[in-house]
């Protein structure tokens, strides 16, 4: 055991590795501790041979640091961390066992799955007693530390500073956008490089996506279980270092390069115009539960870092084995600075966060809108005038809250995407067979931007992020395509995803060489693209529905990095038919005001005849009354947009969810000389419009009309 601490401070240095002129201080919390050293190695060394420990000596609030003179950027480090091994009292130090510093802004290296890197004595299987302390070391088995230059050229680097209401998210995965892109080097597919590749840049401008939102690219490592498997943790929900870039992700093979090339990533995507936003998991760790390895915040402080019962053992509210406790000022510390870190230092726009729910639970563990972690990110002077993006459930009891967090966070809405999926999938389905569906009610609701969710606490429709896909789930084309998951490639017996997907296959699951089926799973795809893009809110596309991309039926693909989540970019000309659609579709919502309302439509009169600046008709042509709002086999919705407030074009849209034709009455009052006929989805590609008189008119089965009012 490490001795006392020689002296105390009042305050401590920052946390993790701050270069200086002549060598290195480091500072490490670890508020349980009765001892820290910094551990050395070579550059070279994998097997941890060349270890050279450093005692810290001073300690202030928990905090233990010290200055190591002679070494600078590019020194490899490791800590260990000497205290009681209480288990029952939730303490877990083990000097034995290596530990990444939480504040490391590079990891060289990756964790081994042997019984080496657990705390606490398993068998070859990994298998054990999770309260006997285990002696072996790690320090061949985990990655380590590595110190940086944080110096980069930004050169005029600036945010975009795109406004929520131009907003459209582009959720993508680093590595499965550009893996098999044939405009892409290939030493450069699959990495940050890649992502900000000319090739890359020039299918995302001309798409029109506003914000690039990356799944996990914080360093992460693979769950013991999935390696057994031969899989590997895939989306990179599994976090080991909250400051550090994935490694894996780069082109460049060194630790510096691979932040260097994480920023200048970003660098090349703000030139473009487009914003980086995260997908950060703060929730939990890849340590798991108390059975899990020690890698990191187990072995310096379990108690402070992860929320515990009386038993010292985790409360798991993420379904990943414990719970990064958001309660303890450290644990908050540590979330804020790598937020701040990563706006700072790295320029990023934002972050969407997993699971947020866990993140506001409180004392009593039920959540808390103003719970001290997001009072910080409210008011912070950096984190409050970046995008916050919840996802607002977790597995936790009580844990659905769509709706309910505070601003200026905005929200996936899974309400939009379980209505819109109903209304043009299982609804359509039934319509076949004269079954009553939902109605159109909850659609409405939807399209004009979900004022039941967001009406409170003068949030408005921006803070609904409108999605019907994304990449937990069914891609969009697979919603159309499989009545049923299809997981087997996971090794868990189909037993993973989601069962309740609102799908339908159109008369076949899976692939079939039946045209009038795929002509109308095409349709389908349409249908939903533009009702997203059409809705009051903040439309999120899941990168790849834009060409029909296909998982074959798997709704849960987090372990698959090979060609089932990879684009494939040798688009058939359906493919090609759909990127035409979506580029359309996206920028007809960017040309006009009335389609990105920033607040709520009014319902007032706008014109002389009472036409209010949203209006709702049936097939008929006469306004929606009670009876028909709540006749589940109406399947046909007109909805009227105002823009003459708003230097807009006025529009009628017309959805249809009923597999026979139908003949629509396009209403006609003051304002209105002629409609013309933007677009249908009916068609395969975009056609130029033509005008209609107010009046009837043939609308295609199982589809949505565009029409421009025409004084």
């Known amino acids: 055991m490490c001795p006392t601490p020689r002296r105390s401070v009042e305050l401590p240095p920052p946390l993790g590795a701050t270069v200086r002129p002549d060598g290195v201080e480091f500072s490490v919390y670890a508020g349980h501790a009765d001892g820290l050293e910094i551990c050395l190695f070579d550059a070279e060394d994998s097997t941890g041979e060349s270890e050279r420990r450093v005692r810290l000596t001073d300690r202030a609030h928990g905090t233990w640091f010290g200055f190591v003179p002679g070494i600078g950027p590019g020194q490899r480090y490791a800590v260990r961390a000497h205290g009681p091994w209480r288990p029952a009292e939730g303490l877990r130090h083990n000097p034995d066992k290596l530990l990444v510093d939480p504040y490391a802004r590079a990891l060289d290296g990756q964790v081994t799955w042997r019984p080496e890197v657990f705390g606490h004595v398993v068998d070859e299987h990994l298998h054990g007693e999770p309260d006997v302390r285990d002696t072996r070391d790690s320090a061949a088995y985990v990655p380590k530390g590595v110190v940086v230059d944080d110096t980069f050229d930004w050169g005029d680097d600036a945010p975009p500073l795109v406004p929520w209401s131009r907003t459209v998210l582009y959720e993508t995965h680093v590595r499965n956008l550009t893996r098999r892109h044939p405009g892409v080097p ?96 703060y929730n939990h760790t890849c340590e798991q539960g108390r059975d899990g390895a020690t890698l990191s915040l187990r072995g310096l402080d379990n108690r402070a870092y992860y929320r515990l019962d009386e038993r010292g053992r985790d409360i798991d509210v993420t379904g990943c084995g414990n719970t990064v406790d958001l309660r303890h000022p450290m644990a908050v510390r540590l979330v804020l600075d790598s937020l701040r870190y990563w706006v700072q230092e790295c320029h990023v726009d934002g972050f969407r966060f997993d699971l947020a729910v866990a993140l506001g639970r409180g004392r009593d563990d039920a959540f808390d809108p103003d719970h001290p972690f997001l009072v910080a990110l409210r008011t912070d002077p950096v984190l409050s005038r970046v995008k916050l993006v919840a996802e607002p459930w977790d597995v936790g009891i009580h844990g659905w809250r769509t709706g309910q967090f505070p601003p200026p966070f905005v929200e996936w809405n899974d309400r939009f995407r379980d209505t819109v999926r109903t209304f043009w999938l299982p609804d359509t389905a039934r319509s076949e067979h004269g079954q009553p569906g939902h109605g159109v009610r909850e659609l409405a609701t939807r399209l004009a931007g979900s004022q039941d969710l967001f009406g409170a606490r003068d949030r408005g429709p921006v803070a609904s992020v409108n999605f019907v896909a994304a990449h937990d789930g069914f891609t969009l084309a697979d919603t159309t395509a499989y009545a049923h998951k299809h997981n087997g490639a996971n090794g868990e017996d189909n037993r993973d995803g989601h069962d309740d997907n609102r799908s339908w296959n159109h008369g076949a699951e899976g692939p079939t060489a039946d045209p009038g089926i795929l002509a109308a799973r095409q349709r389908s795809v349409r249908n939903m693209l533009a009702t997203t893009l059409l809705a009051t809110g903040v439309p999120m596309l899941n990168a790849g529905d834009e060409i029909g991309r296909t998982q074959r039926g798997n709704n849960n693909a987090y372990c698959q990095d090979n060609d089932l989540s990879w684009f494939d970019w040798d688009l058939q000309p359906w493919q090609r038919d759909l990127l035409e659609t979506t580029q359309f579709l996206v920028h007809l919502r960017a040309s006009q005001p009335v389609l990105r309302q920033r607040s709520f439509f009014t319902g007032r009169p706008a014109h002389a005849d009472g036409t209010a600046d949203l209006e709702w008709y049936a097939a008929d042509g006469v306004r929606m009354h009670h009876a028909v709002w709540e006749d589940p086999h109406v399947r046909t919705l007109t909805m009227f947009l105002d823009g003459s407030e708003l230097e807009s074009d006025s529009f009628l849209v017309v959805l249809h969810g009923d597999v026979a034709p139908a003949e629509v009455v396009l209403p006609g009052h003051s304002g209105v000389a002629a409609y013309e006929l933007l677009w249908d989805s009916s068609w395969e590609t975009p056609y130029p419009g033509s005008k209609v008189e107010p009046g009837p008119v043939e609308v295609a089965s199982s589809s949505v009309q565009i029409y421009a009012v025409r004084a």
Do not use: C
């Open 186 to 281: 290939e030493h450069l597919r699959g990495t940050y490089a890649g992502m900000a590749h000319p090739a890359t840049i020039e299918h995302l401008t001309d798409l029109g996506v506003t914000s690039v939102e990356l799944l996990p690219v914080h360093a992460f490592t693979s769950e013991p279980a999935l390696v057994q498997r031969g899989l590997v943790n895939h989306w990179g929900y599994n976090t080991l270092g909250f400051f550090a870039p994935h490694a894996a992700y780069a082109a460049a093979a060194d630790p510096q390069g691979v932040l260097d090339e994480f920023k200048g990533m970003v660098k090349l995507l703000h030139a473009a115009g487009l914003e980086v936003i995260l997908d950060v998991v």
